[in-house]
């Protein structure tokens, strides 16, 4: 059994190149869940004329794909498992129902297929990501915790490249190439789900299994009350509920533009701005390049080593600029470009990969999946409502959307700015214990902490 005290150990260690390994193995939760909604994202015009979808199913399909609903109550589903049962015992399916899902989609002649294997995907994704970002987390020295989250939203963003560089390679092909996108799919993750068959478990959720079950008999022999368990324990902490409240309103807004952006660019470009099916490709694959860039180049060497409320802040400024040129100006070519490079950069430091980070550390290890699977599902599920409301905005005026897309950055940036942790350069361990002691996300003087 794994005690405390090896893994506290473990965290001054610099990164091995195993824990790299494991790290890259887990990340394709990323790879899988952006490049499976950027594919769906990428075909919306050919599904919508081939299938004789109106506004409504168009919303109905970005509600229930793995860009939002599904996903989010896998998550759910999946985050509980992963504190009762282990980290690694959701990889042993969820990448095989997953492919499952993928074949309804590749193979589909109607519009309800689409619609079954969209769920499909989306239950699978959903699951994967707390069980991979909790993993990620926990496997990570304290001072290299933020670059390993990072690397797995590099992936995150190279599933949309190399999704879209796909897409646009086979756009001749119409909806053949569609299909084909979700085929490459397919194949990774089988893949992927051999390769983690190595994964170890985690020694942090092992050794609180251990402290728990010592408890437990602890409290048989004296007749103690037992405590509050699952759901119910992570909502009666005021500092677990405070951190909820925190990401989910500092990601979720964010993730409303974010998904927007994701699943509907190229829908919104086709129709509004008037562009070829190949240069709204094109724009977004550039989009996300420099998020890569910008993650590698900042994110990654940055972010345990200087003050993250900087770097969340310079990103929140990028990004609100980066739409208010929708609110006044036309929409054309050259104002999506200034707008993409600008979000684009933005988004590799903000609150994508901050929320990844926060949300691992801001939890207890036997609540951390539960955590993230719950915040990740309110998140997706109200992505979910929200796209059924986005072809509507967009038939009626872009400009109102970019404007409420724009408000929505700037609330999400307050709340991260201001109530941003400050946890840098501590253990899982620390920033447990300083919790326990009352300290709350919602408190701006509660980050004013001693050096590491």
Known sequence: MADYNAVVAEDDHPVTRQQWKWTAVASMANYIDAGSIVAGGSGLTLWTAQFHMGNTLVGMLGAFSSNAISAGVGALIGGRICDV?????????????????????????????LFVGYVIVGLAVGADVPASWTLIAELAPRKSRGKLSGFAQVLWNMGPVITLLLALALSRLGLLGIRLLFVHLLILAIITWFMRRGVVESDRWKAAVEKERKSQTSRRVSNARAPRSGFRELVSSRANVGALVFCILMY????????????????????????SQATSVELQCFNFLLTVLATILVFMPLNDRVNRRLLFTISSVLQVVA????????????????NIILYGIGFGFGQQPFFQLWSGELFPTRLRSTAQGFMFAVVRIGLGLWSFVVPVLTATGFHTLALILTLMLVVSGLIGIIFAPKTEGKSLEQIEAERSKGASPLSPSDYVSPSN
Do not use: C
């Open 323 to 338: 739409f208010l040129l929708f609110v006044f100006f036309h929409l054309n070519t050259w104002i999506a470009l200034a």
């Open 85 to 113: 049962y282990g980290r690694k015992k959701i990889y042993a399916w969820d990448l095989l129902v997953y492919a499952f899902g993928i074949l309804w989609i590749v193979f589909a002649m109607k519009a309800w297929m």
């Open 252 to 275: 979720g807004l964010w993730n409303l533009v974010a998904g927007t952006n994701g699943f509907f660019l190229p829908y919104i470009l086709q129709t509004v701005g008037s562009e």
